[in-house]
């Protein structure tokens, strides 16, 4: 599911690393760029914890420490060859 939010509502760049960085900490800073920060709490993945952000859903953490995320789409063609 998590997978599914990010890689159909995500075509900012630089917004699935800043995800990524979710798999090392609990929290961080919000993004620099206000487009990604725009973009991530409006699809409500992340909450405000002080100055920092955390993923709004702990299963979300675990799922990227357990899986991460792809930072390439799979080709489509891949998944049809195999």
Do not use: C, N
Request: proline share 6%; glycine share 4%.
């Amino acid at each position: 599911m998590f997978y599914e939010l990010l890689d159909h509502k995500s075509h900012l760049e630089g917004e699935r690393e800043h995800l990524e960085g979710f798999k090392d900490a609990d929290t961080q800073p919000p993004p620099e760029d206000r487009d990604i920060a725009r973009s991530l709490k409006r699809r409500l993945l992340v909450s405000l914890d002080g100055d920092e952000w955390r993923l709004r859903v702990p299963l979300m953490q675990h799922w990227l420490r357990e899986r991460g995320l792809l930072i390439e789409r799979p080709s489509l063609q891949s998944e049809f060859l195999s």
